[in-house]
């Protein structure tokens, strides 16, 4: 039935050249929530409850980005994420394109039309902000960036700011959206880790790490030897996938 925006085509690895975490360490890298707090709250059981199971000294949790849009509670998911991750896990939470799209429009109403088509609509609700909708946008965009700035949080406004662009672990590197091929991980301009689509996912070769990464729906979680995609279009599927990374093993938990 989600043919048409998923794809159905699921990518399995193989001949894999080892890629390792630090020893020791278990990651479960998160793919796009867009304001599924039950889902997240889901897979965070899920988690746990497999973390238990391996018992590894360091665990991790890598949200990819996108917790907001589309879904229809992107205030809880932020009001989540501010708590502390589960008893013994450490947290890391990456800047999507849809947490870029809100900040800028606080800053340029111009945006706001593009926002609303891409969900922005769902979450203005969550924080009690009539959306306009996408056609009155450039009428109301003044009034409408005036009440998102007073109903959110001074807390969620200061956790989207600071979000990271990436994270690395052992021979993985996370991003939202992927890395521009030829070009060092150290350099990679913002925009492409939150954006990047096309020329990050036809690419077939090495970009330095294994890149774990969200953004681009498919049906199935992608396993390939140069990049892991996770993002299962949990807003729309139900499914919210994570990748657990545990020494060279390459699995995954879904709602």
């Known amino acids: 039935m989600l043919g048409w925006l998923f794809g159905n085509r699921q990518h399995t690895a193989h001949d894999l050249a080892p890629s390792f975490v630090p020893a020791g360490t278990i990651v479960y890298a998160i793919g796009d929530i867009h304001g599924r707090l039950d889902l997240l709250q889901q897979l965070e059981a899920k988690i746990e409850r497999d973390a238990a199971r391996v018992g590894a000294e360091r665990q991790i949790i890598v949200c990819l980005g996108d917790y907001i849009d589309r879904g229809d509670n992107s205030y809880g998911v932020i009001e989540h994420l501010l708590n502390d991750p589960p008893t013994g896990f ?3 939470c990456l800047i999507g394109n849809h947490e870029s799209y809100l900040l800028r429009f606080l800053e340029d ?41 007073d109903r959110l949080p001074e807390a969620h406004l200061a956790f989207l700011r600071a979000l990271s662009l990436s994270h690395r672990e052992g021979d993985y590197f996370f991003a939202h959206a992927g890395v521009k091929p030829g070009v060092s991980l150290e350099s990679q301009d913002p925009h492409d880790l939150m954006w990047i689509r096309e020329e990050f996912l036809a690419h077939k070769s090495d970009f330095g790490a294994v890149v774990v990464h969200g953004h681009s729906i498919k049906s199935e979680a992608e396993n390939l030897a140069n990049r892991i995609g996770v993002d299962t279009g949990a807003y729309a599927s139900g499914r919210l996938t994570c990748a657990v990374l545990w020494a060279s093993e390459r699995r995954f938990l879904t709602t």
């Open 90 to 92: 450490e947290r890391f």
């Open 109 to 149: 109403t111009s945006l706001g039309a593009g926002w609303l088509a891409n969900g922005g609509g769902e979450t203005l609700s969550s924080y009690g902000v009539a959306s306009p909708g996408k056609y009155n946008i450039e009428d109301r965009a003044a009034e409408v960036q005036d009440q998102l700035r």
